[in-house]
């Protein structure tokens, strides 16, 4: 289920592990929208213990991928994925929630030249004409530009309007997904919507899916088994930020990880053998 070809295979051949073809990615790119962020106050040194425990890629905003290119020299390196773009209008908790719309803060031929192996902007869907408007026209461009550069892109539907709650609507998200694909995206970052939805979503779309993670929850084991059934719907892998690098026991964390995505353990087993 990988309907890119040419320079963009060869470049989302990267974000895969060699051995499982699955992918454990740890995003990084808080730190654009929100500032300082808990867990994540030196993002390079977050990004030096990842890669040490050997993820598959990262995600990255362009300044950190910038100050970090040493990092990501040789050929065990992890691939990185580049976060091109910010949502206006929402960087303030309680004073600017609606998304009005997003800007592109970064080129695709950067990124060429960066070496990146894809690139990721969000999808902010429902919101009122003339935003919607200019955000279908970003990610219209930017499908255009990925082309051009035979660049993987990576979409993001997201529910960021007035009212937060609407961020979890399962059939919104999908809709959202759907209309991702349908104007070019090659990959998307969605949320678990449940295991039926996630298989309906991945069957029917023909993209590779990765999930995020979402804000830290106090119960790993239940992150533990969306992980799971993440990967027993088809999704290529996750995305994780929070859930890892705001745990104290993170190393651990990417090691059970690991052993769900690539191994095929069941959250269970290995809950049982690191006595999480
Ligand atoms: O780019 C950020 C993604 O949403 C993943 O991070 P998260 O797991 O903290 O939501």
Known sequence: MNQMYGGKAVRFSK???????RSLIIALDHGLIFGNVEGLE?????????????VDGVLLSPGIAKLTEHLFEGKNAPARILTIDFPVGSTIPGRFEKVFTHRLIHSVEQAVKMAVDAVKILFPWGLEKSA????????????????RWDMPLVVEPVLWEENSSERNEPDLIESAARIAVEIGADILKIQFLGEDRLSRIIHRLHV?????????????????KTVQESIESGAKGIMFGRNVWQRENMEEVLTVLKSIIHDGLKYEEVVQSYDL
């Not at 974000?15 to 499982?20: E, H, V």
């Open 132 to 147: 919607q408007a200019e955000v279908v026209r970003v990610i219209a461009e930017t499908v255009e530009e990925c082309e």
């Open 15 to 21: 974000l895969l592990n060699p051995k499982s073809g």
């Open 42 to 54: 030196d993002p390079v040194k977050t990004l030096e213990r990842a890669i040490s425990c050997g």
């Open 208 to 224: 590779p899916v990765f999930v995020l993670g979402g804000p830290k929850s106090d119960d790993l084991k239940q992150i533990l």
